[in-house]
C-alpha cells in the first residue's frame, strides 16, 4: 500500500495526467482512494525490498532473537568477562617472565650502569619472592 504524504497532495488536478498506469490506493491520513502511479508503488516496492536485503545480510533475525533471550545475554557476558580476567592474568605473568629473563641476561652480560641496575631490580624482585 502507497502511504501519500496527503490526500489533497494526491487529488490535484494534472499532477498524475501524464501517467499511463495508475492505481488506486487507499491513503492512511484520510482513508480515502486516491490516485498513484504504479512507478511510484514499484518505487517503493524496490525500497522495501533493497532495505529488507539489507537487514538479512546484517542477520539482524539473528540479533533480535540473541537480544531477546536475557539469561544468554547475561551467561555471554559473564563467561567473556572471566575469560578476559584469565588472559590478561596469563599474559601478565608470561610477560613478565620474559622481562625478568631479559634483564638477567643484560645483567650478566656486564654492561656498566646497565648491569648494575638490571642487577638491583632482579634481586628486589628475588626478595620479594620470599
Known sequence: MHICADATDMNRKGKFENRKTV????CRRNRKLVNCPAAEVSKLQRTINSFAYTLEKAHFLDYVQYASNEKRIFRR??????????????????????????????????LPYIADFISDIIDIIEKARK
Open 77 to 110: 557476558a559473564f563467561l567473556t568477562g572471566l575469560l578476559r580476567g584469565f588472559g590478561t592474568a596469563v599474559g601478565v605473568t608470561v610477560l613478565g617472565a620474559v622481562m625478568v629473563y631479559l634483564f638477567q641476561a643484560l645483567a650478566k652480560s656486564n
Open 23 to 26: 492505481l488506486k490506493t487507499e
